[in-house]
Each structure stands twice: as C-alpha cells, then as structure tokens.
T-cell receptor, first 114, second 115 residues
Framework: DAGVTQSPTHLIKTRGQQVTLRCSPKSGHDTVSWYQQALGQGPQFIFQYYEEEERQRGNFPDRFSGHQFPNYSSELNVNALLLGDSALYLC?????????????FGQGTRLTVV | AQKITQTQPGMFVQEKEAVTLDCTYDTSDQSYGLFWYKQPSSGEMIFLIYQGSYDEQNATEGRYSLNFQKARKSANLVISASQLGDSAMYFCAMREAPGGGKLIFGQGTELSVKP
C-alpha cells in the first residue's frame, strides 16, 4: 500500500514564476492538507481540501491556491514566486479530520526560488 | 501568540539512555489533541504518539510515552532506551476541536543520539 507520494522531490524556480506541486494521498484517504516548512522551522498549515473544496485555510496570501481532483489527489499552485517561498512543502492525507485522526505525510517537495 | 512551544533547539543523549523532549501549548479550548512527529533528514513526518485532552492515562507507544500535565499545559515526549536511529527532528503539534483538522506545530527539537 503506497503512502503519500509527492512530486517533484526537488524544484528550482526563478522569482516571479509559477509552480505546481502534486500530491497523491494514501489509499482510502479523502482529505489532503498542505504545509510549508521553512528551513529550521516547524510546518505551517496552508490549506485543506475535502470533496474537491477548500475547507480550511491558513494565513497564506492568495498567491497560494490549490485543487483536489475526484480521485482525491491534490495540487498546490504558487504564483509570482518570492525568494521567501523557498521551503519544503509537505502534503498530508487523512480519512476525515477528527481530533484523533492521524495525518500521514509525504516526503515533501523542496522548492528553491532564486 | 505561539500556540506550541518547544524550548530545546537541540538535545544530545547517550545510546540506550532515556531522553525527555519538552512541549508546552496554549489553547482556550477544552477539547484538543496533542501529537508528536519525528522528521528524519528525508523530510517525511512520522507519527509517533497521540494524547487527547480528555484522556486520563498518559499515552504510550512502544519506547515512546507522553508525560501529559494538563494543568501545566505540557506534553513532554519521553523516549526510552535511545537508539542511533532516533537521531532526527521532533515536532510537537496540536489540533483544536474547532480547528477543522489543521495541525499547529512547534519549532522542533533536534535530537542527536551518541554511540
């Protein structure tokens, strides 16, 4: 049973460009969350998708947008990249969002903006 | 205001010894969950242990136990019999009941296990 898979693993983009990161959730999971982890920091919640809709959003600008497909996979899009967007982007999947629900994380996409 | 505080940026422990990683949290909700995750250099966050705010017993999972002191709002992770493979970043996280599933993470503690 494959866990959460993210692609690509590494990416280098130029300031001002746009980027799309992809995530396939663990089999049977219907909820996908995205986190940004800057170097030396803990992950910060970006948003969560369930049934193809954004259900909750963290404190991130509109440059960050996402999508969830009918097969529950998800994309994170970042427009007008800034140097400060350089980070590890983690995708987490779960079945629902209950208090005790375990979130399974992928290995992340390391984005470098130059 | 920071909701999860991990005051130990780095910790060293001798192999086979026990180590405690500190975590304090701040919430006004009565219902919440506390998690510990391990992040090796590969980047993946690995779930270790969970403690619910209404759980009366401290959680244990193999070599991991959680020292939950609700009145002090602390949820320290205890790793017994440390192994070299335990060297990694450790994150404490909280989920609040009305939070819709998002996890709020601390800054992390880097644990190094010495042979």
């Amino acid at each position: 049973d494959a866990g959460v898979t993210q692609s690509p693993t590494h990416l280098i983009k130029t300031r001002g460009q746009q980027v799309t990161l992809r995530c396939s959730p663990k089999s049977g999971h219907d909820t996908v969350s995205w986190y940004q982890q800057a170097l030396g920091q803990g992950p910060q919640f970006i948003f969560q998708y369930y049934e193809e809709e954004e259900r909750q959003r963290g404190n991130f600008p509109d440059r960050f947008s996402g999508h969830q497909f009918p097969n529950y996979s998800s994309e994170l899009n970042v427009n007008a990249l800034l140097l400060g967007d350089s980070a590890l982007y983690l995708c987490a999947s779960s079945l629902g969002d209950g208090l005790r629900t375990e979130a399974f994380f992928g290995q992340g996409t390391r984005l470098t903006v130059v | 205001a920071q909701k999860i505080t991990q005051t130990q940026p780095g910790m060293f422990v001798q192999e086979k010894e026990a180590v405690t990683l500190d975590c304090t949290y701040d919430t006004s909700d009565q219902s919440y969950g506390l998690f510990w995750y391990k992040q090796p250099s590969s980047g993946e966050m690995i779930f270790l242990i969970y403690q619910g705010s209404y759980d009366e017993q401290n959680a244990t999972e193999g070599r991991y136990s959680l020292n939950f002191q609700k009145a002090r709002k602390s949820a320290n992770l205890v790793i017994s019999a440390s192994q070299l493979g335990d060297s990694a970043m450790y994150f404490c996280a909280m989920r609040e009941a009305p939070g819709g599933g998002k996890l709020i993470f601390g800054q992390g503690t880097e644990l190094s296990v010495k042979p």
